[in-house]
């Protein structure tokens, strides 16, 4: 049994309190067996006259045959291969019996109901299983709907009164929260069915009194890793700007408003004393890369040293070519750390001797040794969470620390993922950008797709094309980006082609992208590599290739690799069938919509939060019942709550129960509680 529960996550007594029906199921209304129509669910009470086994089908099946009589009329119940029910039916006992009703054929058109859910009423016995409200279960293979129900039944009965309550009072009167112990003990076993669909809502008060305690868990945790951070000493970054002004002066453009605003709050967060903790939100292509320079540059010219990083290796690249280009004029030198690359640069980097570090989020993961550490900057990643970010802090360093997400995030995932940052958002594109023109075409219709590379590529524009996949294989049938370079090479052999993908090594890669960079490269066959952060404005069209097997984000980021520069661009998806609604949903809004706020909130509608937010990546914890979607208002109120109690009670010295509960909680992915 303690397999079987384990599967479903209950270990302990806890965690089967807090499992949840996921739906109810109307029980409570004996109907007369007189009234009882086939086809609909019913429940009938009555004494049983007659029960005895029959076989079936060669005497393979046995039948067992209970009728019971309400004193309307008689039923027939049924049940195959379940002889030891017999004794449980004598005859005389009084039962209850609910089920879906039907007509049965064999024996002479009468109503039956198979496997009926029972309940024999002994005295005093409390109903579990019908003549009430009952709960239904995701249960597992080998434990059945009623094994499971006279479990938690026991539990409940047993434990759920001993529960402690430990958030403080007055929260939860302030909220008109009912008590914790009377929710659990009503989300199983409903009072009456007055409420139905509240219930199989989950929109009943003690429903939000549940998630409200999770979510609640959540956002202290959240509290009080902003309070520390706030404590921290940090630096206090005070420069004349000279080296901002050197760069802008050299720039080709000017910042735009939304840009200038959050360079300002930048600036304002690293001249305090306290560690900055902020996050740029912006679409794709608004310009954030220049923002985490000018910050860096803030950090150098204080005499600290400043590291970038990016979700991968191609991106790290990137940024160190464009980062080169812009700040050599300065005098200025960055250095790449890539993943293999352990060298003397290390000793330099240790010493606090180079200032400007870029590579893949692995550094701080990685044993890198920073001489002066001021600012961290986190690019492009929206699944970099509170964990990855304490470890920087683990490691003894209390830098300065700027996190650029990749995809803007819904409301309500900032809150959780990023409830301890400060956030700005960047919310204007460069001026003379034109909406990326996004078109789907299936198999059939190459030929358009080529015309238009051809004119393009003719131009002088350059191209991706993003396959799924690196080489083709048997299992998965998907065209691939190494047959893919060939076909393309076959059609346009006038045309320069390269491919690029994961499995190259640094250098090759590194080859490639400049080359692209350069406008040596017409057509640049890859895979998702190139996802996030390329910046080649040259290129006008984005060609993704089975576009149904990739996410909506992903779909966004690519498409956002396009459309950089004055010219009309375009996003061509190109689907093979058969392909799913879910699929067929990603495509539509990616057909309809430019816009990153909205894609994202309808990403995470289709995903659900668990896999948006990737948890296991992020060190979050899970969430049981709560759901930041649906629940988005609960977490607000319980947002608000966490930070006005840890604002009063910065260490939670007054509410030592509700410290180790959010200690539990969080079970040590962040050591910020140390309470008691
Ligand atoms: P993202 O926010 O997606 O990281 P990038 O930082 O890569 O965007 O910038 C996209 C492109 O826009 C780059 O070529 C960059 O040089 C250019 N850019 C950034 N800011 C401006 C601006 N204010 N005016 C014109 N072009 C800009
Ligand atoms: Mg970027």
Redesign the pocket.
């Known amino acids: 049994m303690a397999v079987l529960l384990g599967r479903l996550g209950i270990k302990t007594v806890k965690d089967a309190l807090y499992y949840l029906p996921y739906r109810y199921e109307d029980r409570s209304n004996p109907v007369k067996i007189r009234d009882i129509r086939a086809g609909s669910y019913e429940t009938v009470r009555g004494t049983i006259v007659s029960s005895g086994l029959t076989l079936a089908r060669g005497r393979k099946v046995r039948i067992l045959e209970a009728v019971i009589n309400d004193g309307t009329a008689s039923l027939k119940c049924r049940w195959f291969n379940q002889g030891f029910l017999k004794k449980r039916f004598s005859e005389g006992l009084e039962a209850v019996f609910s089920g879906t009703v039907a007509r049965n054929a064999y024996s002479g058109d009468c109503l039956v109901i198979d496997n009926p859910e029972y309940e024999i009423i002994t005295g005093d016995d409390a109903c579990i299983h019908t003549q009430r409200v009952v709960p239904v279960y995701r249960v597992t293979e080998g434990l059945s709907q009623r094994q499971f129900r006279n479990i938690i039944f026991s539990i409940v009965n047993t434990y759920a009164e001993d529960v402690i309550d430990s958030i403080p009072r007055e929260i939860i009167e302030k909220n008109n929260l009912p008590a914790l112990h009377q929710s659990i003990i009503r989300l199983h076993f409903p009072e009456d069915n007055l409420h139905m669909d509240l219930f199989n809502g989950c929109s009943t008060l003690y429903h939000k009194r549940l998630f409200f305690d999770e979510l609640f868990m959540f956002e202290t945790g959240m509290a009080l890793q902003k309070k520390r951070t706030a404590r921290n000493k940090g630096i206090s970054f005070k420069s004349a700007g000279k080296m901002r002004k050197a760069l802008l002066e050299n720039l080709r453009?000017?910042?735009?408003r939304a840009?200038g605003r959050a360079v300002e709050s930048i600036i304002r967060d690293m001249r305090s004393p306290y560690p900055m903790h902020r996050l740029i939100q912006?679409d794709?292509?608004?310009?954030?890369?220049?923002v985490a320079l000018l910050a860096m540059l803030n950090a150098v010219e204080c005499g600290y040293q400043a590291v970038l990083m990016a979700p991968t290796e191609v991106l790290a690249e990137q940024h160190y070519l464009g980062v080169y280009g812009l700040i050599e004029n300065i005098g200025l030198e960055p250095v790449l750390v890539s993943g293999g690359s352990r060298d003397r640069r290390m000793d330099r980097i240790a010493s606090g001797e180079i200032k400007i570090i870029i590579g893949t989020h692995a550094l701080i993961q990685e044993g890198v040794i920073f001489g002066n550490l001021g600012l961290a900057v986190i690019?492009?990643q929206h699944k970099f969470g509170v964990m990855q970010r304490s470890l920087l802090g683990k490691k003894g360093m209390n830098p300065d620390v700027l996190v650029?997400t990749a995809t803007p995030i819904p409301r309500s995932l900032s809150l959780t993922l990023y409830g301890d940052l400060d956030c700005s958002v960047?919310d204007e594109l460069?001026?003379g950008r034109k909406p990326v023109i996004t078109k789907l075409f299936n198999s059939s219709q190459k030929d358009a797709i080529y015309s238009l590379l051809l004119g393009e590529t003719k131009r002088g524009r350059q191209s991706y094309v993003v396959y799924p996949a690196i080489e083709e294989s048997e299992k998965s049938g998907l065209k691939s980006a190494v047959q893919g370079m060939e076909a393309f090479r076959k059609i346009f052999p006038e045309f320069r082609i390269e491919l690029l993908h994961g499995r190259m090594n640094a250098g090759e890669k590194e080859d490639v992208m400049t080359s692209f960079k350069r406008g040596e490269i017409d057509i640049l066959v890859s895979t998702t590599v190139i996802e996030v952060?390329m910046?080649v404005?040259n290129a006008t069209v984005m060609l993704v290739i089975h576009a149904e097997r990739f996410g909506l984000a992903q779909l966004h980021q690519l498409r956002?690799r396009v459309g950089?520069g004055a010219d009309r661009s375009y996003c061509l998806l190109i689907v093979y069938e058969p392909y799913g609604d879910d699929a067929k949903r990603r495509l539509n809004i990616m057909i309809k919509s430019n816009d990153g706020f909205r894609i994202s909130e309808e990403d995470l509608k289709i995903r659900g939060p668990g896999e948006f937010l990737g948890t296991k990546q992020s060190g979050m914890p899970e969430l049981k019942n709560a759901d930041i979607v649906r629940d988005i208002e609960i977490l607000e109120t319980a947002r608000t709550e966490a930070f006005n109690l840890i604002d009063a009670s910065p260490g939670l010295e007054e509410y030592p129960l509700l410290g180790k509960s959010v200690e539990a909680f969080w079970k040590g992915k962040v050591d910020f509680c140390r309470t008691g």
């Open positions: 453009f000017e910042l735009t840009q912006g794709v292509g608004c310009g954030k890369t220049i690019d492009e650029m960047i460069p001026p952060g910046d404005p956002g950089r």
